[in-house]
């Protein structure tokens, strides 16, 4: 599919560091939706859970990786692309949530991300180069 | 399920999905495809399951009503972070995006509120 490829090798490359970061903001992003969740109520705390401090830390990771910013901002793009995906995956939450099990709810809303985000990669992402 | 092991398990599951879609998106080539996995929803996932383990179903779709105006607005970090990573590098330029996030979040939170 317009060139993606799994490349599992790719994994020795990719530095310790650079994944504990990661899980680090994973987790501290996860607890702070939490937080603000119990404060505010569960409105404001959904409004975190798509915070960008994730993407913040891979894009700086990713720059330190590659030493030039333009898989950066190659990322960034691609990123644009899973964020609406995201719109997608609360969509879909909101609207079965009073239909559905949780689990099967979860598990459309993400099927249904993927779906979105590679779609519009196959009509806007590989057309304007790698 | 007291609070502090709702806490730590919600960090803890954040944590790893985040780290899963990171591997993934890493094992992936061209850049622009492994990117959308920067954009996973890996914090909503964790967020939602501990909810509804914690306080049942009843709280998902209001979860899901926030969150869609989070998305939105990394939506629109995405697009601003692209030009501002380009000219100002991914530490400031990420940063910088982040006002844009907070201005399109808190518009789209007063929306709904």
């Known amino acids: 599919m317009n060139g993606i490829r799994l490349r599992p090798s790719k994994l020795r490359e990719t530095p310790v560091r650079g994944m504990v970061v990661r899980f680090a903001f994973g987790a501290v992003v996860s607890v702070a939706a939490g937080l603000v969740g119990l404060r505010w109520g569960p409105v404001a705390g959904g409004v975190f859970l798509a915070f960008p401090a994730i993407l913040a830390a891979t894009l700086t990771l990713i720059e330190e990786e590659e030493h030039r910013r333009d898989p950066v901002a190659q990322d960034a793009r691609g990123a644009v692309l899973g964020a609406t995906g995201m719109v997608a995956f609360a969509a879909c939450v909101w609207a079965l949530a009073p239909l559905l099990p949780a689990w099967l709810v979860l598990v459309v809303a993400t099927v249904a991300w993927a779906v979105v985000a590679g779609l519009l990669y196959l009509g806007f992402g590989p057309r304007h180069g790698q | ?113």
């Open chain 2, 1 to 113: 399920m007291s609070e502090v092991w709702w806490i730590v398990g919600r960090g803890l599951l954040g944590g790893l999905l985040v780290m899963a879609f990171a591997v993934i998106g890493e094992m992936l080539t061209p850049k622009r495809f492994a990117g959308i996995f920067a954009a996973a929803p890996a914090v909503a996932l964790a967020g939602m399951t501990v909810t509804v383990v914690q306080k049942g179903e009843h709280q998902l779709d209001e979860d899901a009503l926030g969150m869609i105006a989070g998305a939105v607005a990394l939506v629109a970090y995405c697009a601003v972070a692209v030009p501002l990573v380009r000219r100002v590098g991914a530490l400031a330029g990420s940063l910088m995006a982040l006002a844009v996030w907070a201005i399109v979040a808190g518009a789209g939170w007063a929306l709904i509120a």
